[in-house]
């Protein structure tokens, strides 16, 4: 086995690695990049749903559910 550290340039060269990780040709290593990604997503979507109730959030996942029956 060998170790190697790649800089991916293009998401789907990403892509390609998550499939051989899939086929068990190789195994992707966690690192500080896939975290940096993990906070960027974060910082992203920081304050995008307003908070509610759990009464609130119960209702609206009922009238959902109603819906799909």
């Given at each position: 086995m060998r170790t190697v550290t790649l800089d991916i340039?293009?998401?789907?060269?990403?892509?390609?690695?998550?499939d051989?990780?899939?086929l068990k040709?190789?195994?992707?290593?966690?690192?500080t990049g896939e975290k940096q990604v993990a906070q960027n997503l974060s910082a992203?979507?920081?304050?995008?749903?307003?908070?509610?109730s759990p009464e609130e959030i119960d209702r609206q996942l009922n009238?959902?559910?109603?819906e799909w029956n």
């Open positions: 340039l293009k998401d789907e060269a990403y892509n390609l690695l998550k051989l990780e899939m040709v190789i195994r992707i290593q966690n690192d992203k979507y920081s304050g995008a749903m307003s908070k509610q009238d959902l559910r109603d």
